[in-house]
T-cell receptor, first 109, second 113 residues
Framework: DAKTTQPPSMDCAEGRAANLPCNHS???????VYWYRQIHSQGPQYIIHGLKNNETNEMASLIITEDRKSSTLILPHATLRDTAVYYCIVLRTASKLTFGTGTRLQVTL | DGGITQSPKYLFRKEGQNVTLSCEQN?????MYWYRQDPGQGLRLIYY???????QKGDIAEGYSVSREKKESFPLTVTSAQKNPTAFYLC????????????FGQGTRLTVV
């Protein structure tokens, strides 16, 4: 599975959009981009995934570049409850799920 | 309710004792995973199982053992061979085909004294 690179930490003001980048330059054609987040001392929570097209659900939007070498998770109106570690993962169907160190997002007043 | 349950939430053991962490799911998922998380660190994969009666080592399997005798259960034993067992342990499950999300339990915090 392709490796991912994320910034270790980011800050965002409450009410503003949080844009979390992820680099996955070695991604293969059959690998999906997944995003999870982990609020302190809880189990990670699935947010969204995509293959080629941009995706949106009730939690977030996922923007994948045309060459698929990077993506951005967008939380359109961040709240204090969005403070968490966000993990970008690339994997094929039914392969093992491994996590990197993620981006620690701090939402502030 | 459907979900994945880990028990207990907190566990204390004396050094040198084996301890088994429970993970049960009623989601009818084929795949199950065990992760370890140390303070301020990411999740590291210990073992995973993609089908009943089969499991594979993850990145840090030494000092741990698992079994997968039933689809809904994937217990993890932390043996006395594990040098630093104190950590937060997370179990997850997912379907094993197609594009899927993983569901996580709330974790067991193991402290060895």
């Amino acid at each position: 599975d392709a490796k991912t690179t994320q910034p270790p930490s980011m800050d965002c003001a409450e009410g503003r959009a949080a844009n979390l980048p992820c680099n996955h330059s070695t991604i293969s054609g059959n690998e999906y981009v997944y995003w999870y987040r982990q609020i302190h001392s809880q189990g990670p929570q699935y947010i969204i995934h995509g293959l080629k097209n941009n995706e949106t659900n009730e939690m977030a939007s996922l923007i994948i570049t045309e060459d698929r070498k990077s993506s951005t998770l967008i939380l359109p109106h961040a709240t204090l409850r969005d403070t968490a570690v966000y993990y970008c993962i690339v994997l094929r169907t039914a392969s093992k799920l491994t996590f990197g160190t993620g981006t620690r997002l701090q939402v502030t007043l | 309710d459907g979900g994945i349950t880990q028990s207990p939430k907190y566990l204390f053991r004396k050094e040198g004792q084996n301890v088994t962490l429970s993970c049960e799911q009623n989601l009818n998922h084929d795949a199950m995973y065990w992760y370890r998380q140390d303070p301020g660190q990411g999740l590291r994969l210990i073992y995973y199982s993609q089908i009943v009666n089969d499991f594979q080592k993850g990145d840090i399997a030494e000092g741990y053992s698992v079994s997968r005798e039933k689809k809904e259960s994937f217990p993890l034993t932390v043996t006395s061979a594990q040098k630093n067992p104190t950590a937060f342990y997370l179990c997850a499950s997912s379907i094993n085909r197609g594009v899927t999300e993983a569901f996580f339990g709330q974790g067991t915090r193991l402290t060895v004294v």
